[in-house]
T-cell receptor, first 114, second 112 residues
């Protein structure tokens, strides 16, 4: 059974810091990996989708990398801002159980203080 | 264009009542998904529709849960005889040809 873990579970940083969120998955047989952001009481906002043939994706201050062989992905946030405060979720598209059924990580709750 | 919409945004119901949750996917998206987010279980897959194919119901937790998708567009998730453990946020997503999934704002269900 695919399990996705995110470390750290919570992170509190001052504004301006660069930070790294980690996502690990137990079964390397995945198609894509997607990073989401969730604000309190809200749905999921897609941040980056890394397709099976890619190793990283960038959008603005965000950069996500994927190493399928080691079962890891990292989300790098540059020059963090208070508006980045949210819960960040990674999700994998597994090959073996139906790639449509996303398997989500446990989440990292980020707080950026001004 | 418009994103995925869900209604109601919040629903409070008494234990034992039936509830219906609605999802309007992005226009033209052929695939539609339901997920549940609860404190104890995190975010988990419930059911998936692709075009006119039979839905994949493998994530439904019990036979009290059912879903339908009419005309390849709007979907309704029905929970019969609600229990307190059904309290959660129910999220709907849609995608084009089972590619990147786009999520709605969710319905927060509270069973008292």
């Amino acid at each position: 059974k695919q399990e996705v873990t995110q470390i750290p579970a919570a992170l509190s940083v001052p504004e301006g810091e660069n930070l790294v969120l980690n996502c690990s998955f137990t079964d390397s047989a995945i198609y894509n990996l997607q990073w989401f952001r969730q604000d309190p009481g809200k749905g999921l906002t897609s941040l980056l989708l890394i397709q099976s043939s890619q190793r990283e994706q960038t959008s603005g201050r965000l950069n996500a990398s994927l190493d399928k062989s080691s079962g890891r992905s990292t989300l790098y946030i540059a020059a963090s801002q208070p508006g980045d405060s949210a819960t960040y979720l990674c999700a994998v598209y597994p090959m073996n159980t139906g790639f449509q059924k996303l398997v989500f990580g446990t989440g990292t709750r980020l707080l950026v203080s001004p | 264009g418009a994103g995925v919409s869900q209604s109601p945004s919040n629903k409070v119901t008494e234990k034992g009542k039936d509830v219906e949750l609605r999802c309007d996917p992005i226009s033209g998206h052929t695939a539609l998904y339901w997920y549940r987010q609860s404190l104890g279980q995190g975010l988990e897959f419930l059911i998936y529709f692709q075009g006119n194919s039979a839905p994949d119901k493998s994530g439904l937790p019990s036979d009290r849960f059912s879903a339908e998708r009419t005309g390849g567009s709007v979907s309704t998730l029905t929970i019969q005889r609600t229990q307190q453990e059904d309290s959660a946020v129910y999220l709907c997503a849609s995608s084009l040809n089972t590619y990147e999934q786009y999520f709605g704002p969710g319905t927060r269900l509270t069973v008292t």
